[in-house]
Each structure stands twice: as C-alpha cells, then as structure tokens.
C-alpha cells in the first residue's frame, strides 16, 4: 500500500483544513486507517484512526469534538477534517494503514510522507 496525504497548511488559530491521504496499490477498504501527528521536537502522536468495515471511529482526547476522520473506500482515500484548530495542533500529520486493528499504537505497517499544519495564534 502506498499513501499520499495532503491538504496541510497555514491557518489561523480557530479556522479548519481537510487533510486527504490517497492509496494506492492492495485493497484499501480492508485496512485499518488512521493518522499521527508529530510535533517539533516531540515524539509520533495517535490523532484518530477508523475501522475498516463498520467505519468505527477512535479519537485521542486532544481532538476528541474537533477533528473527524472518515473514509472513502470507493475513492480508496482517507480524510480528517479539523476545526477550530488551536496552535498546539501544528504537526506533520501521517496517515497509516495496516491489515490489523492497531488503533492508537504506531505499528502500521504502511505510513505517508506527511503534510505540514501550522495554526497560527
């Protein structure tokens, strides 16, 4: 599987982005899906992840009423979209998929490139 996330930006404190994160390659829609973030100077953090059939989403705290992450098994893309974004959101945000249901753990077998958010206060 190949992924391809995109989307990232400049925003102000309190405004949104979409990100997308493409795939390519071995069955998407069996994959568990989800996206990490790394800040500056910090280590790889869980964001959100989805289930691959009942499209079960899981959150970390830090996002939980402010991000949605879904997915579109047709367009084999992967979405998560931000609102009232807040400056300690400024990461790399990764997509990652596996076969296995890993949720927050950051064993995904198949990661992106990443895409830059940066919330300006």
């Known amino acids: 599987v190949q992924l391809q996330a995109s989307g990232g930006g400049l925003v102000q404190a309190g405004g949104s982005l979409r990100l997308s994160c493409a795939a390519s390659?071995?069955?998407?829609?069996?994959?568990?899906m989800a996206w990490f973030r790394q800040a500056p100077e910090k280590g790889r953090e869980f964001v959100a992840a989805?289930?691959?059939?009942?499209?079960?989403?899981y959150y970390a705290d830090s996002v939980k009423a402010r991000f949605t992450i879904s997915r579109d098994n047709a367009k084999n893309t992967l979405f998560l979209e931000m609102d009232s974004l807040k400056p300690e959101d400024t990461a790399v945000y990764y997509c990652?998929?596996?076969?296995?249901?890993?949720?927050?753990?950051?064993?995904?077998?198949?990661w992106g490139q990443g895409t830059l958010v940066t919330v300006s206060s």
């Open positions: 990652a998929a596996d076969p296995s249901t890993r949720i927050s753990i950051p064993q995904y077998a198949y």
């Open positions: 989805i289930n691959w059939s009942t499209f079960k989403p």
């Open positions: 390659g071995r069955t998407f829609s069996s994959y568990f």
